[in-house]
C-alpha cells in the first residue's frame, strides 16, 4: 500500500498528500529523512527506558519510573525554547541539528552500557540527555522543512513532517518488539531450567514457574509445586537479565553478544 501511495503521489498526482513543489529544495528531503530516524530513537526510549528502570531496579515503582521519565520533558520544554531562541539569532539550523543527534547517540550509550550495579540516580541525569535531543532536533527540523517549502504550502509540510515522524515510530517499534520478543522466548526456557532444575525444581512445574515470573502475577509462585524461596529467587534474577540484557544489547545497540549470558 505504501509503494502504491509513492508511486501514484510521484506519477499521477503530482499535487496531493507529497506536493512535488515541496521537494523543490534539498532540506526538505533531509528533513523528512531526519524526523524518521528521530522518531524510531524517541519511541525507542518511551517504550523501552520505562522498561529497563523497572528490571533494573525492581524496588523503584511505577510512579517513581513515570516522575524519573517526566525529567526529559521538562529538559524538552527548555531545550525547545532555547533552541528557538539560538535558530532566531544565528539564522542557521545546521549546529542545533548536529547536537540534536549527537546528544541522542550520548543518551543511548549510556542507557545501552546501564547495569544493575548503576546507580539509580544516574538515570535522573540520563534523562536530560533525551529530553535535550528531543528538544533540539523537533524544533530545527521543523524549522528546516517549513523554511525550505513554498509559503502556501508550509501547512502541508507541517503535516507531513509529523506524520513521517509517527511513521518512523511505528516502524522502528515493529522492528524492536519482533526481535526483543524472539531473543527473550529463544534463551528464556533454557536458561531459567539450567538455574532451578539443579536446585530441585520438577521440570512440570518450569512452565507455571516462568509464567507467574513474567506476567508479575507472584501470588502464584507457592502455589507451584517444587518451588521454593531459593528456586523463586534464582528463577527471578535469570528473567530479569536476560530481559535487561536484550533490552540494553538488542533494544539500543542492535545486537547481543553471547557472553550477555554468561552470568
Request: proline share 5%; charged share 10%.
Amino acid at each position: 500500500m505504501l509503494l502504491g501511495l509513492v508511486t501514484y503521489e510521484w506519477k499521477v498526482k503530482k499535487d496531493g498528500l507529497f506536493h512535488h513543489s515541496l521537494l523543490q529544495h534539498r532540506n526538505f528531503a533531509l528533513a523528512l529523512g531526519c524526523i524518521y530516524v528521530e522518531g524510531h530513537c524517541a519511541f525507542a526510549a518511551n517504550y523501552f527506558v520505562p522498561f529497563q528502570l523497572s528490571t533494573l531496579y525492581p524496588s523503584m515503582g511505577f510512579f517513581r519510573v513515570g516522575v524519573c521519565y517526566s525529567v526529559s520533558y521538562f529538559a524538552f520544554t527548555f531545550f525547545a525554547l532555547a533552541t528557538g531562541l539560538y535558530i532566531w539569532k544565528s539564522k542557521t539550523v545546521h549546529v542545533p541539528t548536529v547536537a540534536g543527534f549527537a546528544v541522542f547517540i550520548l543518551f543511548f550509550i549510556l542507557a545501552a552500557t546501564a547495569k544493575e550495579s548503576t546507580p539509580q540516580p544516574n538515570f535522573w541525569g540520563y534523562m536530560v540527555f533525551l529530553g535535550a535531543g528531543l528538544g533540539l532536533l523537533l524544533t530545527t527540523l521543523v524549522v528546516a522543512s517549513q523554511l525550505s517549502t513554498p509559503p502556501e504550502l508550509i501547512a502541508m509540510a507541517s503535516g507531513l513532517v509529523l506524520s513521517v515522524r509517527s511513521f518512523g515510530a511505528s516502524t522502528g517499534l515493529v522492528i524492536y518488539q519482533a526481535v526483543f520478543s524472539h531473543g527473550i522466548s529463544r534463551n528464556l526456557f533454557p536458561k531459567v531450567a539450567a538455574a532451578t532444575i539443579p536446585l530441585g525444581l520438577p521440570e512440570g512445574s518450569l512452565e507455571p514457574l516462568l509464567g507467574a515470573l513474567t506476567s508479575g502475577n507472584t501470588g502464584k509462585l507457592e502455589q507451584i509445586p517444587g518451588v521454593t524461596a531459593e528456586i523463586i529467587e534464582a528463577a527471578a534474577l535469570v528473567v530479569r537479565n536476560i530481559q535487561a540484557c536484550f533490552q540494553l544489547r538488542l533494544g539500543y545497540s542492535g545486537g547481543v553478544h553471547d557472553s550477555c549470558f554468561d552470568w
